[in-house]
């Protein structure tokens, strides 16, 4: 199965930074990848799939970039209520995996 | 709006079953793939299982395959997740979420999510 490697697994930053977030694949999966965002206690939200478009309703601040297997979620200006945990997973074909996470927190 | 109602967690012992439904509202819920997503206590999300909005094809993860086993009632808009064979490890909140793409092949990403219900296996 292809394998997908986050990183970092955590950060602080302070509000107004630039944050960026990679996703590894183990091959190559073209554009087939989703971002997606967990506030503590809450239930997982689709940011970006197809690598770099936005869902519906997301802030401008988040973008995707990166095709293959290396990918990246950037949050442009970092705000409050971005602190949560960002997951990207792939879906070229199934199993559809996800990564470890990477957890954002305010400095 | 999209409304995704999971049903049927609780405690189970080491070896024994259970069964998680899924109650689709607010889409025509035969038009869409659905998949069962879970998350350990203080962990990160793990894909379960997928099937086509038809009951057609059917995808595990290598962890459930041949102990889990994911189907459908379309009259009912209703997705099941009966789970055999239960170990500890498969303690976690097991969210059921749809597919983004209608009629999609194998699963792409989740555009919705149920809010969850907690399965713990414990003795």
């Known amino acids: 199965d292809i394998q997908m490697t986050q990183s970092p697994s955590s950060l602080s930053a302070s509000i107004g930074d630039r944050v960026t977030i990679t996703c590894r694949a183990s091959?190559?999966?073209?554009?087939?990848l989703a971002w997606y965002q967990q506030k503590p206690g809450k239930v997982p939200k689709l940011l970006i799939y197809?690598?770099?478009t936005l869902q519906s309703g997301v802030p401008s601040r988040f973008s995707g970039s990166g095709s293959g297997t290396d990918f990246t979620l950037t949050i442009s200006s970092l705000q409050p209520e971005d602190v949560a945990t960002y997951y990207c997973?792939?879906?070229?074909?199934?199993?559809?995996?996800f990564g470890g996470g990477t957890k954002v927190e305010i400095k | 709006q999209v409304q995704l109602v999971e049903s049927g967690g609780g405690v189970v012992q080491p070896g024994g079953s259970l069964r998680l439904s899924c109650e689709g509202s607010?889409?025509?819920?035969?038009?869409?793939?659905m998949h069962w997503v879970r998350q350990a206590p203080g962990k990160g999300l793990e894909w379960v299982a997928f099937?086509?909005?038809?009951?057609?094809?059917?995808y595990y993860a290598s962890s459930v395959k041949g102990r889990f086993t994911i189907s459908r009632d379309n009259s009912k808009n209703t997705l099941y997740l009966q789970m055999d064979s239960l170990r500890t490890e498969d303690t976690a909140v097991y969210y059921c979420?749809?597919?983004?793409?209608?009629?999609?092949?194998?699963?792409?990403?989740?555009?919705?999510w149920g809010q969850g219900t907690l399965v713990t296996v414990s003795s």
């Open positions: 979420t749809r597919d983004a793409v209608a009629v999609a092949g194998s699963g792409t990403r989740s555009d919705h």
């Open positions: 607010e889409f025509t819920f035969s038009s869409y793939g």
């Open positions: 099937i086509r909005h038809d009951g057609s094809n059917k």
């Open positions: 091959q190559g999966i073209s554009n087939y």
């Open positions: 197809a690598a770099f």
């Open positions: 997973q792939r879906y070229n074909s199934a199993p559809l995996i």
